[in-house]
């Protein structure tokens, strides 16, 4: 078996790609920027309505356009769409430019999505080093969060320095243009093209199969559901809780850095957020196994429910308080990133190895189609009274949460009762 350290080059390589894309300098102040430009939040749900769907219909697709053409091909084509994105963002002044930067945005990660994992996994395979792949998936991630944490502190001092805002764009296309380059270096077996023979009947046939086991099967029903709404849920309302950062930190005039204006106080504490929350997330996600082993699976992604109720009520009537705010904003990170690893094993285990796949891309697909609906309404929540739609969030988390004791409660009644029926 060849060893690791012979590949350095190329581990190195995937290794730079995770850091590299991860390089989206305009991330932290996307909100601001949209809403400066003119657009309300229901808007900007909107928009990230327009990037969900987009994202759902080419998922599928892009996997046989891999297939026909090629997996380099395929991603020098998503950075392509990424590019082409920002340079529309730039030069955007209209919600109608907005929405088409936003569509090439989506067809972008629609096009990313898996191809890489897959390169690597091939790049192992082929070269016979398959018992390393944990090791090498985790420096790739590692370097991908370095990346973000990285963005997030460099992105301070782009956003001072540069005229306006919109010039993050155009910086984010040069670690983007280097990724496409580094992506055309890949040695070409990597490519992997496939003139195979596409049958769409088939292909529908098997979505259908897909779908019908993952709503039939009730445990399998039970946790689709509840990890598409969660993330749906959190994807909606984690960035409306930067306009509230901004609107308290101007009103009360803080100033933690003398030497720059307020504007440019709220771009720091933007920046050392993300940085900060991207640490966090790194640290719960990698722990994630610790807290499972010492609580019950079921117990932990249910109290996430209760407590991100509890987070969203709190923050509901104390938006006066920045410390709360901030804290609020920490939390919401570390409870997803808890939760998600629990979640995706959960559902592993309790579907089809056959169907095991299948099942965890429903749930993605799901979890995009709800905040398709999510967004724009809290989106329009948040335009009309903010502290009504964390209220609002913050009480259909809680029925959820007693809707899920209830269905815990009666599936373990019927359990028993198959048993001793069987005994």
Request: aromatic share 16%; glycine share 4%; proline share 2%.
């Amino acid at each position: 078996m060849a060893k690791l350290k012979d590949f350095r080059l190329q581990i190195f390589k995937f290794e730079m790609y995770g850091f590299l894309k991860s390089l989206i300098f305009f991330e932290p102040y996307l909100i601001i920027y949209l809403t400066i430009s003119g657009l309300s939040l229901f808007q900007v749900g909107l928009l990230i309505s327009i990037r969900e769907i987009i994202i759902y219909i080419f998922e599928i697709p892009s996997g046989v356009i891999a297939d026909m053409y090629g997996k380099k091909v395929e991603l020098i084509i998503c950075f392509v769409f990424y590019i082409m994105s920002f340079l529309l963002f730039f030069i955007a002044g209209s919600f109608g430019v907005f929405a088409i930067a936003m569509i090439l945005f989506g067809l972008g990660e629609a096009f990313r999505s898996g191809t890489h994992k897959a390169m690597i996994m091939s790049f192992l395979d082929r070269n016979d080093i398959t018992a390393t792949k944990t090791k090498v998936y985790g420096q790739t991630r590692a370097m991908s969060l370095v990346g973000s944490m990285v963005m997030s502190i460099v992105a301070i001092v782009f956003v001072i320095w540069l005229p306006e805002i919109k010039y993050l764009f155009l910086i984010s296309i040069v670690p983007y243009v280097i990724d496409m380059l580094l992506i055309a270096s890949y040695p070409s077996y990597l490519n992997e093209k496939r003139h195979t023979e596409f049958s769409l009947k088939e292909f529908l046939k098997q979505n259908v199969e897909s779908v019908k086991y993952t709503f039939k099967d009730r445990k399998v029903r039970k946790l689709v559901f509840d990890e598409s709404l969660y993330q749906a849920g959190y994807k909606s309302i984690k960035d409306y809780v930067q306009p509230l950062i901004i609107t308290l930190s101007v009103s009360a005039g803080l100033l933690a850095f003398k030497n720059f204006s307020e504007d440019d106080n709220l771009k720091i504490y933007i920046g050392i957020i993300y940085a900060i929350i991207y640490l966090i997330s790194s640290f719960a996600s990698r722990n994630s196994y610790r807290v499972a082993k010492k609580v019950n699976h079921f117990s932990l992604v249910n109290f996430m429910w209760f407590a991100s109720a509890i987070v969203a009520l709190v923050l509901s009537f104390m938006t006066n308080n920045l410390f709360v705010i901030f804290a609020s904003f920490i939390l919401i990170y570390i409870f997803i990133n808890l939760r998600k690893p629990v979640m995706i094993e959960e559902i592993g285990n309790a579907s089809d190895k056959t169907k095991r796949a299948s099942v965890l891309s429903i749930e993605a697909q799901l979890s995009s189609l709800l905040l398709v609906i999510f967004a724009p309404i809290i989106g329009a929540l948040a335009d009309y009274n903010m502290q009504l739609m964390f209220i609002v969030v913050g009480v259909i988390m809680m029925a959820i949460f007693l809707f899920n004791q209830f269905w815990n409660f009666k599936s373990l009644k019927l359990d028993n009762k198959e048993e001793t029926l069987q005994s």
